[in-house]
C-alpha cells in the first residue's frame, strides 16, 4: 500500500485528528472506515429523501474507494493488488448505481464488501507496511 496516496486521499475527504502520525496501515483502515461512515450517511439521507445530501454522501465514498485503489502497490501486491483492484472497481460501480437508482440494497452491497475487507485489513495487523 502506498501511505502518501492514502494520506492525501484521507486529507482531501476532511479527515479528523491524528492522520499525520498514523501508520499507512491505520491510514488504510481510516479510509476504509470514512468510506463506511459516507456509505451509512448516504442511507440516512435517502431514507430521508434527501437526493442532494445522498449524492454528495455516495461521491464522497466513490472518491475515498478510488484513494484506496490507487494506494495498491501493484509491484509488490501481485494478485491480492490485482484482486483488491478489481474489487475497489465493482464496488464503485455499485455505489454509483446506488445513487443512480436510488437503491438502498446497492448500499447494503458495498457497505458489506468494504465490511469485509477492513475485517481482513485490521486481521493482518499494524506490524504490515
Known amino acids: 500500500?502506498?501511505?502518501?496516496?492514502?494520506?492525501?486521499?484521507?486529507?482531501?475527504?476532511?479527515?479528523?485528528?491524528?492522520?499525520?502520525?498514523?501508520?499507512?496501515?491505520?491510514?488504510?483502515?481510516?479510509?476504509?472506515?470514512?468510506?463506511?461512515?459516507?456509505?451509512?450517511?448516504?442511507?440516512?439521507?435517502?431514507?430521508?429523501?434527501?437526493?442532494?445530501?445522498?449524492?454528495?454522501?455516495?461521491?464522497?465514498?466513490i472518491s475515498i474507494v478510488e484513494g484506496l485503489k490507487s494506494s495498491l502497490d501493484m509491484k509488490q501486491g501481485g494478485d491480492i493488488s490485482k484482486n483488491l483492484d478489481a474489487l475497489y472497481e465493482y464496488i464503485n460501480r455499485v455505489l454509483l448505481n446506488a445513487n443512480v437508482k436510488n437503491d438502498v440494497s446497492l448500499l447494503n452491497e458495498a457497505g458489506k464488501l468494504l465490511s469485509e475487507i477492513k475485517l481482513a485489513w485490521d486481521g493482518i495487523g499494524p506490524d504490515v507496511d
Not at 494520506?7 to 502520525?21: F, I, P
Not at 476504509?32 to 434527501?50: S, T, V
Request: aromatic share 2%.
Open 1 to 61: 500500500m502506498n501511505g502518501t496516496t492514502a494520506l492525501k486521499q484521507y486529507q482531501q475527504m476532511s479527515a479528523h485528528g491524528g492522520v499525520m502520525d498514523a501508520s499507512p496501515h491505520r491510514l488504510i483502515q481510516m479510509l476504509l472506515e470514512g468510506a463506511l461512515a459516507r456509505i451509512l450517511a448516504a442511507k440516512g439521507h435517502m431514507k430521508q429523501h434527501n437526493m442532494a445530501k445522498k449524492g454528495e454522501s455516495i461521491g464522497s465514498a
